[in-house]
Structure formats: structure tokens, C-alpha cells
């Protein structure tokens, strides 16, 4: 998908793309039920397959753009850890659990494993390295 089809495709349906767009915004305002968003879904897959773009094109882009969003929160909270490493509650749990909580961040784990839960701002980061040395560094900070 290059932008060069893109654009072609934006000149050659643009009156397409604009009654969609009104139709779209009418539906989100007025309809307040669930069937709202399936109308939403259906307008804006119907405009997809018309464009040429199969399902795989379209799950392309999206798990591409969900796999930068990640990796940006993830780098997002890495440089949060390095800024809140000395404001951190460290919390040893009877059951050999720990957490470690900042502002913006939350770790979980368990003593001597390998790997601990990441969630920044609420959002599951999903699982990181022990070995990673920002995170070994934030955590020999948070038990000081």
C-alpha cells in the first residue's frame, strides 16, 4: 500500500469518502445503541473493500500500527522508569510477589523470576526481561 495508490484512490472516490464521512458522523450522533457501531463497521469496511484492499492488506496495517503503538509505550515506559526509579513504593507480599508502583507505572513479579509484568499508565505492557538493565536498575532503586 503506497501512498502514491493512496492518493489515487483519495482523487478518484472522494465523493464516496465524503458521504461516508457524513454518514458516519450522523450515526455516531444520533444512534445510541449498540447497532450504532455496527453500522460504523459496516460503512467503514464496505469503503475498505471497495478501495481494492483485501482483509489481509487491512489486518497488515493494523497489527503494524498496534505493534508501534506497543513499542512506543514500551520505550515510553522505560524512560519513565529511569525518571521515577527514586519515587517508587516497593511492596514485598507475603506470598513472594512484589510491586513496585510509581505515578505512572506498576511492575509485578516474583522474587527470583525472570521476568515481571509491566503496565504503564493502566495499560499491560505484557511481560519484560530481568536481564534488561533498565529494569534490573529500577528495581535495585525502588528496594533502596
Sequence with gaps: MSQEVIMQFLKENWM???VAIVVL????SFLKTVMKWVIVIGIVLGVALYSGYTIDDLNKVVTT???DALQTMKDQAMNAMIKE???????????GTYSI??????I???KNADKVKVSFHGVSL?????NDSTVKAFLDE???
Design 25 to 28: 458522523f450522523v450515526v455516531v
Design 142 to 144: 525502588a528496594k533502596k
Design 85 to 95: 526509579a527514586k519515587n517508587a513504593e516497593f511492596t514485598q507480599h507475603k506470598d
Design 108 to 110: 509485578t513479579g516474583k
Design 16 to 18: 464516496l469518502l465524503a
Design 65 to 67: 500500527v498496534k505493534d
Design 126 to 130: 505484557g511481560e519484560m526481561s530481568m
Design 101 to 106: 508502583k510509581t505515578d505512572n507505572l506498576e
